[in-house]
């Protein structure tokens, strides 16, 4: 239920549905508002939150906040050298069917970037891997790395709906076996709140942010925007805000056990 309840508010609040909402409530009240000061209110709420729409979705703004989401560097592969698991998250952009493999389920777009850097890794390393998420999105990741990437999967964590327990599930598994210090791999904006609830779970962090931001020149077309743009926005402003959410209820529990 309260992962149910955290996905309609992320949809509610995040660019596009929040900014519409808004934009249709000053609608509204330009339409029906007899006072001139709530009318003014209603256009200055509409054309303000078009404009945030049409900025957010613009290359120049997107790629700037991607920019900002990403708090760590690329991996170097001798800080892995002490590690004993890879582990991959899921990503919620699973294929439960794929008709191009005959039906099997397959990695989305997102996924597999995740999937892929994992799967390179495995080859440097040579580290077992642990994959964790959602039964479909497991499902996804363990039929890409064998079919696509010769790779079986060590550990399977399928029960989880969320990174806090991403981490919370597939500690104790590591644990069991022996395994206290991890690479991880997720995309560049979630790598930050993952690797923190990870360390939270009693775990080593090797940071493996994949799809990581690099600059690009965009020309005149900086400035028009697109469905690929605004959710290259929505994404990295929810990992700023789940920072936030994060870095609060850590504070407020470390207030709840001050004496």
């Known amino acids: 239920m309260f992962i149910t309840l955290k996905s309609i508010l992320r949809t509610l609040v995040l660019p596009p549905a929040g900014l519409l909402l808004l934009a249709w409530a000053g609608a509204w009240l330009a339409a029906r508002s007899g006072g001139t000061a709530l009318r003014r ?18 290359p120049l703004v997107s790629q700037s906040l991607a920019h900002a989401a990403q708090r760590y560097p690329p991996l170097d592969l001798t800080q892995a050298a002490t ?24 990695a989305g777009l997102g996924l597999l970037e995740r999937v892929a850097y994992g799967a390179y890794l495995v080859r440097r390393t040579r580290l077992p891997v642990l ?42 598994m590591l644990r069991a076996a ?12 979630h790598e930050w709140r993952a690797a923190h609830e990870f360390q939270a779970a ?18 005149l077309l900086c400035c028009v925007p697109s469905a690929a743009g ?8 929810y990992e700023m805000l789940g920072n936030a959410a994060r870095v609060t209820m850590a504070a407020l529990h470390l207030r709840r056990q001050t004496p």
């Open 83 to 106: 590690a004993q698991a890879i582990v991959i998250l899921g990503g919620g952009d699973e294929r439960r069917v794929a008709p191009e493999y005959g039906g099997a389920p397959a």
């Open 41 to 58: 209110a209603g256009w200055l709420l509409l054309l303000g939150a078009l404009a945030v729409l049409w900025a957010l979705g613009t």
């Open 202 to 219: 009693g775990l080593e962090v090797v940071p493996a942010p994949a799809e990581m931001w690099t600059p690009r020149q965009f020309g």
């Open 178 to 189: 022996g395994v206290t210090r991890i690479v991880l791999v997720t995309d560049t904006g």
């Open 131 to 172: 994959v964790t998420g959602t039964p479909s999105e497991v499902l996804a990741m363990r039929a890409t790395l064998a079919r696509d990437y010769g790779i079986d999967t060590r550990w399977v964590e399928d029960r989880s709906r969320d990174t806090f327990q991403n981490a919370q599930f597939s500690a104790p």
């Open 230 to 237: 605004l959710a290259r926005s929505s994404d990295a402003l």
